[in-house]
T-cell receptor
Framework: AQRVTQPEKLLSVFKGAPVELKCNYSYSGSPELFWYVQYSRQRLQLLLR??SRESIKGFTADLNKGETSFHLKKPFAQEEDSAMYYC?????????????FGKGTLLTVNP | ETGVTQSPTHLIKTRGQQVTLRCSSQ?????VSWYQQALGQGPQFIFQ???????GRGNFPPRFSGLQFPNYSSELNVNALELDDSALYLCASSLELRATTEAFFGQGTRLTVV
């Protein structure tokens, strides 16, 4: 079974502080991991995916297969980063058709 | 390039009624997935259509059904509505059926069952 856990429902930091949004997953094969973001009054959109190994808006995420984690990090948070963040997993092979989402973490960056 | 559009944006129905939600996929996308997002939860996979065929289904009862049309637009039908069906319904389209393919989401339809 596929499962994604985001242990923090709410995360509040000050502008300029580092931020880390935690994501742990459960999957027996090799998953594809994603971070989706939803800004206020906007639709859900892809922030980054592990296979791209890229930094988007200063955010990075490293897949740690040993710890089954895919934490999202940014060294210096900005007010415009305030949003709802969802970690998501796609399985490989026959189960690669669906995204399994965590419950999300609401990030608030205070001035 | 046109994004994913869903209609209607809001809907109120009575328990026991039937509802149809619509989704126009992004131009060129042949894969559509539907998700249910209850309040305070992440989106939960309902089913996916690929080139007009159902390609996978989540843990939802048969009263949740769907269709994909030749132009790749899609419908989600829910029969015998229950109060717990109240949620935001999201449609997502993608270019192909690959694990790494990005899913583009619509703005959602907010369904309230009273």
């Amino acid at each position: 079974a596929q499962r994604v856990t985001q242990p923090e429902k709410l995360l509040s930091v000050f502008k300029g502080a580092p931020v880390e949004l935690k994501c742990n997953y459960s999957y027996s094969g090799s998953p594809e991991l994603f971070w989706y973001v939803q800004y206020s009054r906007q639709r859900l959109q892809l922030l980054l995916r592990h296979i791209s190994r890229e930094s988007i808006k200063g955010f990075t995420a490293d897949l740690n297969k040993g710890e089954t984690s895919f934490h999202l990090k940014k060294p210096f948070a900005q007010e415009e980063d305030s949003a709802m963040y969802y970690c998501a997993l796609k399985g490989s092979g026959g189960s690669n058709y669906k995204l399994t989402f965590g419950k999300g973490t609401l990030l608030t960056v205070n001035p | 390039e046109t994004g994913v559009t869903q209609s209607p944006t809001h809907l109120i129905k009575t328990r026991g009624q039937q509802v149809t939600l619509r989704c126009s996929s992004q131009s060129g996308h042949n894969t559509v997935s539907w998700y249910q997002q209850a309040l305070g939860q992440g989106p939960q996979f309902i089913f996916q259509y690929y080139r007009e065929e159902e390609n996978g289904r989540g843990n939802f009862p048969p009263r949740f059904s769907g269709l994909q049309f030749p132009n790749y637009s899609s419908e989600l039908n829910v029969n015998a509505l229950e109060l717990d069906d109240s949620a935001l319904y999201l449609c997502a389209s993608s270019l192909e059926l690959r694990a790494t393919t990005e899913a583009f989401f619509g703005q959602g339809t907010r369904l309230t069952v009273v």
